[in-house]
């Protein structure tokens, strides 16, 4: 049986996607999120990260909740309700993103809905089409992200946990805490006495300051 | 200042405790990364090769091989979308993996 090829672009390659808001690509899809995506969804909604856990992500606030007839969670009678923070999985569609072992990327064109209205075209760039997306700081959040992700699947660092645990680390470790930074802040700020902040970029690197002495510890020698 | 022994349970093995939330991080953290959890479990993911076949099928063609090596983010795929097939290697040729793209995110994670 012969399958459709992947197409792989670079960032130059020929490509352009016009979207025509049929909306089809909002159905029956895995949308993963990521710290920095729940952040951002948060903000708009005006809730706090645990509550868009709660409210609408599944596994663990992972990836977005679907509805029963495979629908977005946050699709609405007129499109995307979230599209100004809507996460990278959606900005980057019909592409999805891979980065390799020298930094490189690959960028794999998604098999489009036989529905779709969408229309592709080669009159611009990978580049300028993602950039059109505001992917900028969700690729750079992510790559953050992923950098602790490697630290906690490297054991045996030489940081010895009483030289990477902090003051402000929970008493005990709730994996929620690598997933919903509100969550993770509070803790922390809980015995600073500072504020949780409610801007985006300075809840991420306050979580990610966390979660990296957190991976310290969980990976250090015994 | 706590301990790091106040972040394991009481009673358990600390080694054992650390490890299972080490895991149970990463793949908290890796699920919203778009890495697939079957590759967090595999302990030489840092040594792997993607390969792209034509078809579902052991045998398809080989499309293209990318190395992905200790770094992959911002994957996502469409899980009634891609059939193409992906197969993890070891860096001594020894197949680790296999799975069709719609399998990847079928499950829960």
């Known amino acids: 049986m012969t399958t459709p090829l992947p197409v792989l672009h670079a960032r130059a390659s020929a490509f352009s996607y016009r979207c025509r808001a049929c909306n089809r690509c909002c159905y029956d899809k ?55 923070s809507r996460p990278l999985a959606c900005r980057l569609y019909p592409l999805g993103r891979i980065v390799q072992a020298d930094g490189s990327e690959v960028f794999i064109e998604l098999t489009p809905d036989p529905e779709t209205k969408g229309l592709y075209g080669e009159d611009g760039t990978v580049a300028a089409y993602i950039e059109s997306q505001g992917v900028a700081p969700y690729i750079a959040a992510a790559d953050r992200y992923y950098a602790v992700l490697t630290r906690l699947l490297s054991p045996g660092g030489t940081v010895t946990p009483s030289e990477s645990l902090g003051d402000s680390v929970a008493d005990e470790i709730d994996q929620r805490v690598f997933v919903d930074a509100d969550f993770a802040v509070q803790i922390a700020a809980a015995r600073s006495g500072d504020p949780v902040p409610r801007e985006v970029d300075e809840l991420m690197e306050r979580h990610l300051a966390l979660i990296e002495r957190l991976a310290d510890v969980l990976t250090a020698r015994q | 200042m706590p301990n ?13 405790r650390r490890e299972s939330v080490r895991l149970a991080a990463a793949l908290a953290l890796g699920a919203g990364l778009g890495v697939p959890p079957a590759l967090l479990g595999t302990p030489n993911m840092a040594r792997m090769q ?23 983010t911002a994957f996502v795929m469409s899980a009634a979308g891609q059939r193409a097939q992906l197969k993890w290697y070891s860096d001594t040729g020894q197949e680790v993996l296999n799975m069709a793209m719609p399998k990847m995110y079928g499950g829960k994670i």
Not at chain 1, 39 to 64: E, H, K, M, P, Y
Not at chain 2, 50 to 72: C, F, H, M, P, R
């Open chain 1, 30 to 84: 895995r949308i993963q999120v990521n710290p920095y995506e729940l952040a951002r969804l948060s903000r708009q909604l005006g809730c706090s990260t645990s509550a868009v856990i709660a409210n609408f992500t599944v596994d663990g606030g992972t990836a977005l909740a679907k509805r029963p007839d495979t629908a977005c969670v946050f699709l609405g009678p007129n499109g995307c309700t979230v599209h100004a």
């Open chain 2, 50 to 72: 993607w390969k792209i076949y034509k078809g579902l099928t052991d045998g398809g063609a080989l499309v293209e091989s990318v190395e992905i090596s200790d770094n992959l």
């Open chain 2, 4 to 16: 790091e022994d106040a972040v394991l349970k009481q009673g358990e093995p600390a080694v054992t």
